[in-house]
């Protein structure tokens, strides 16, 4: 059994909240001016977002989108739950750590000793957002961006679709108590309150960014130049570097009888190795 929030000084999750999160209903047009104008209003409050294709990205943006988002798409119902749990103000991060998924909503429950002597569980979240895959997508890669099955034109316009994917997430536990994108009951509140066609995005990962801008891909030949010694391996993976594999009796023995020592390459360094 999950420890529960809702100890007695707490309404937490449950029918009215449920209620009133599945009421929320917006017609695609209205959806399209609301989040134009948190694209704009973003644009116009951000002392780091200064263009649709920021180069620059605080938390405290993601703190602003929050606000804009509960005001115009939750009718502040969002920041009132958290407030009732007692998990205002909620924490949000940014992640390079994300390579595949473009954010994470964590709940996570803290053990408070109360003055009566009582322990209660108390509840606390955070949202992250990958700039791993935000940073890489509308940068050298061109080509159509579909985030919740929307197409988006700029890199707002695809943090503020994470961004939603994200608020879903929080509003489930906030009203549900669990949350689950591949639940139905995520598909209907995410259709309802912003549109969304899907829960899968196709932002600019790691390794198509590799492939595009520096022509390396996983299962390559490289080499690469490593204090004057210059090696050659096969590259294995790729997240914000490669992971190289390189030919070596003193490396690790591997499952094709081969020993490798492993090296974690920064992309730009690599080069194709045709000779081989
Ligand atoms: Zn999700």
């Known amino acids: 059994m999950r420890p529960n929030p809702l100890t007695d000084d707490a309404p937490g999750p449950g029918r009215e909240r449920q209620a009133k999160l599945?009421?929320?209903?917006?017609p695609a047009a209205e959806v399209a001016v609301r989040a134009r104008r948190i694209h704009d209003a973003m644009l116009e409050q951000s002392p780091q977002l200064r263009a649709p294709n920021f180069t620059m990205i605080g938390t405290d943006d993601l703190e602003a989108l929050f606000s804009l988002y509960d005001r115009e798409f939750f009718r502040g119902l969002?920041?009132?739950m958290l407030m009732e749990d007692g998990a205002h103000p909620m924490g949000f991060r940014l992640s390079r750590r994300l390579t595949r998924a473009g954010g994470q909503t964590m709940r996570q429950f803290r053990r408070v000793r109360k003055k009566d002597g009582r322990t209660v569980h108390q509840v606390e979240y955070e949202i992250s957002v990958s700039t791993t895959l935000l940073f890489g997508t509308f940068k050298d890669v061109e080509r159509e961006v579909i985030v919740g099955g929307l197409v988006c034109a700029d890199r707002l316009e695809a943090l503020q679709r994470i961004f939603e994917h994200e608020l879903l997430h929080l509003a489930e536990f906030l009203g549900w108590g669990q949350s689950?994108?591949?639940a139905e009951n995520f598909h209907r509140l995410s259709r309802r309150i912003f549109?969304?066609?899907g829960v899968t995005h196709d932002l600019v990962t790691p390794?198509?960014?590799a492939a595009v801008a520096f022509d390396v891909r996983v299962g390559d030949d490289v080499r690469?130049?490593?204090?004057?010694?210059?090696?050659r391996g096969r590259i294995n993976r790729i997240t914000r570097r490669a992971t190289v594999l390189v030919e070596s009796p003193q490396g690790e023995l591997f499952t094709d009888g081969h020993r490798y020592l492993t090296f974690y390459v920064p992309l730009p360094l690599l080069r194709k190795d045709e000779g081989r």
């Open 22 to 26: 599945a009421a929320l209903l917006f």
């Open 78 to 80: 969002l920041g009132e």
């Open 180 to 182: 689950s994108c591949s």
């Open 195 to 197: 549109g969304h066609e």
């Open 207 to 209: 390794r198509e960014q």
């Open 224 to 231: 690469f130049d490593l204090e004057g010694t210059t090696y």
